[in-house]
């Protein structure tokens, strides 16, 4: 689906690229903005077999490009050292390709909001149902069904791992 990854060493497998998804706390998704400019926006997300989890007010640019079209990617910068010395950074990121849609069914909702949940406020799953309860109907929930997933890391992350093994 996407180009061949032109520094091949330094891409992760489909394993590490997920691990590096899983590890971010926020990432930006990228859709088809208005005019023919991309819209790129921060956001918390979730992950659950297969797919990505986000929140939404119920209108904005966001949801209009995803109307139009429903392709998108998602971006994770799981690590990001500067090396002042070397005039680098060792990071290690990660691409999601999917489409996505606006969940309308409640269980849906319900179960994406609680994905959220889990990820960000594990110690107050109790108290989650409440909180969704009071949001979903205010609240856009957005499933990110991804079909492609690459990940990239500094050449010295890749060596370091590469010594791990050995």
Known sequence: MQREMRRKLQALNAEESLATLLEGTAGVLAVDGDDGY?????LSYAYEDGKLYFHSAKAGHKLDAIARNSKASFCVIAED????????????SAIAFGRVRVLSAVAERRRGLMCLAEKYSPDFIPQAGS???????????LEMAIEEITGKAAMEIIKQRAGAEE
């Open 131 to 141: 909180e969704i309860d009071g949001a979903l109907e205010r609240t856009a929930v």
């Open 38 to 42: 991309p819209y790129a926006v921060p």
């Open 81 to 92: 050292t500067v090396i002042q010395e070397t005039f680098t950074t060792h990071f290690r």
